[in-house]
C-alpha cells in the first residue's frame, strides 16, 4: 500500500517571520491529524532555518525546493543535498517546471533566451538525481509535466516518458521502488486551471507504466505517483481517491495553512481516520 504523501512547495513565498507564522498555523491545524499521510512544506532556502525551528516535535517534513549536484566549490548560488540536509530537509524537490523554465502563466518580461538559461534540463534533473542519492537521507520529487503545446500536439505522453527515462537513466534499481514523481501539467501550474482527474490518473500511471519498463512491475507498484497543478481543497478528493494519484504537490492553496489542511484531510487515508 502506497502512503498518500502532500507537499507543499510555497516557491519563492514567504519572509522568515511569514514563515514562522504559516507553520505556526499548519500545526496547529495539522499536529496529530496527519496519520497514514506524509506531509512536507518547502518553503525558500531563506526560511529552511526558521521552518526547522518551528517545526520541532512535528510530524510536518521539511524539504528544499531545488539543489545542485555538486558536493561543494566554486558553484555560486547553489546549495549542495548535503546542505539541505544539514538544513534540517528530508525531502528535495527535482525539476519543476519553473526552474526548468517552463511556466504555466506566461511570463512576458522572460524572453527565449533568459527561458533557455533558467537552470533545468533533463540532463540536470538526471545529475541532481544521482547526488541525492548518493548523499542519502533526502528523498527526492521528481517533477514531470508537458506544457500547453506539447499537450495541444499530442505529445503528452512522450514528453512524460522522456522526462521520467531522462531522471532515471542510470539509476540503479534497489533506489527506484522509493522515489516519489510529481505529474505536474504545466498549464496546469498557477493557471486555477486543474488537470480533469481522470486524465491526471492516466499520466500518472503513463509515469508508472514508464518505471515499468525500466525496473519492471514490482518498482513501478512502489513509486509513488503525486499530481500537481492548482490542487485545492476543493478538487483534491476527486484527484486523491485516484489508483494512481499517490498525493498532491500543492503551490499556491499550500501557502494558506486553511487550504492546505483541507488539502491533508481530503487523503483518502484519512477519510476513514
Ligand atoms: C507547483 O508549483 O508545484 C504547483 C502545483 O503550483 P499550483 O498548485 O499553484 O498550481
Known amino acids: 500500500m502506497r502512503k498518500t504523501i502532500i507537499a507543499g512547495n510555497w516557491k519563492m ?28 512544506v518547502c518553503p525558500p532556502f531563506t526560511a529552511l532555518a526558521t521552518a526547522e525551528e518551528r517545526l520541532k516535535g512535528s510530524a ?8 545542485f549536484w555538486k558536493e561543494k566549490g566554486a558553484y555560486t548560488g547553489q546549495i549542495s ?13 527535482l525539476g519543476h517546471s519553473e526552474p526548468r523554465g517552463r511556466f504555466g502563466v506566461p ?18 534533473v538526471n545529475r541532481k538525481l544521482k547526488a541525492v ?21 499530442g505529445n503528452t505522453d512522450s514528453v512524460i516518458q522522456t522526462q521520467t527515462r531522462a531522471a532515471l537513466d542510470g539509476i540503479a534499481p534497489e533506489s527506484v521502488p522509493a522515489l516519489v514523481f ?25 509515469v508508472r507504466s514508464t518505471v515499468g519498463e525500466l525496473y519492471g512491475e514490482s518498482a513501478a507498484d512502489a513509486v509513488r505517483v503525486q499530481y500537481g497543478g492548482s490542487v485545492k481543497a476543493d478538487n483534491a478528493l476527486d484527484l486523491l481517491s485516484r489508483p494512481n494519484i499517490d498525493g498532491a504537490l500543492v503551490g499556491g492553496a499550500s ?11 481530503a487523503a483518502p487515508e484519512r477519510q476513514s481516520v
Not at 13 to 29: C, F, M, P, S, Y
Not at 60 to 67: D, M
Not at 255 to 265: E, N, P, Q, S, Y
Request: with cysteine; aromatic share 4%; proline share 4%.
Open 13 to 40: 513565498n514567504g519572509l522568515r517571520a511569514d514563515a514562522a507564522a504559516l507553520i505556526t498555523d499548519l500545526r496547529a491545524k495539522l499536529d496529530g491529524n496527519t496519520d497514514g499521510v506524509e506531509v512536507l
Open 60 to 67: 510536518i517534513g521539511l524539504g528544499g525546493q531545488n539543489t
Open 81 to 93: 543535498p548535503s546542505m539541505l540536509k544539514d538544513a534540517g530537509c528530508t525531502y528535495v524537490i
Open 107 to 124: 511570463e512576458p518580461d522572460f524572453t527565449p533566451e533568459i527561458l533557455a538559461h533558467f537552470g533545468d534540463c533533463d540532463a540536470t
Open 133 to 153: 542519492l548518493a548523499a542519502g537521507g533526502l528523498q527526492p520529487i521528481i517533477c514531470v509535466g508537458e506544457t500547453l503545446s506539447e499537450r495541444q500536439a
Open 182 to 206: 510529481a505529474y505536474e501539467p504545466v498549464w496546469a501550474i498557477g493557471t486555477g486551471e486543474v488537470c480533469e482527474a481522470g486524465e491526471a490518473d492516466r499520466v500518472c500511471g503513463v
Open 255 to 265: 501557502l494558506k495553512a486553511g487550504d492546505f489542511a483541507a488539502i491533508v484531510a
